[in-house]
């Protein structure tokens, strides 16, 4: 069965950080794209961040460029998401996602790209 689970959400102040974890089974997360979007009440979700399948290639959305890191390691199955300088904004479900239709060496800037994801972790931002 392929699963994306995510993990490493929690409750932190502003200015705090929190990294969270994307571990895949059932499939090599080599062989796809991979992102995390996010979904806060009331708004849209929002492609945060997405790397190709080498790493090498990263997108940020404006609102964490600079506060965010994506990386994965391939050998791990693993993907992962560095957030820094957290915010009260940044306060949402997280996915974690992996393009399935899309090259590899894609990277997303619509959630609408990606073809799988996981059951989400809260991150909550206290001001």
């Known amino acids: 069965q392929v699963q994306l689970v995510e993990s490493g959400g929690g409750l932190v102040q502003a200015g705090g950080s929190l990294r969270l974890s994307c571990a895949a089974s059932g499939w090599t997360l080599s062989d796809n794209a991979m992102g995390w979007f996010r979904q806060a009440p009331g708004k849209k979700r929002e492609v945060v961040a997405a790397v190709d399948w080498s790493g090498n290639n990263e997108y940020y959305a404006d609102s964490v460029k600079g506060r965010f890191t994506i990386s994965r390691d391939n050998t791990k199955n693993t993907m992962y998401l560095q957030m820094t300088s957290l915010k009260p904004d940044d306060t949402a479900v997280y996915y974690c996602?992996?393009?399935?239709?899309?090259?590899?060496?894609?990277?997303?800037?619509?959630?609408?790209?990606?073809?799988?994801w996981g059951q989400g972790t809260q991150v909550t931002v206290s001001s």
């Open positions: 996602a992996a393009v399935t239709t899309l090259s590899p060496s894609a990277t997303p800037h619509s959630w609408t790209d990606f073809g799988s």
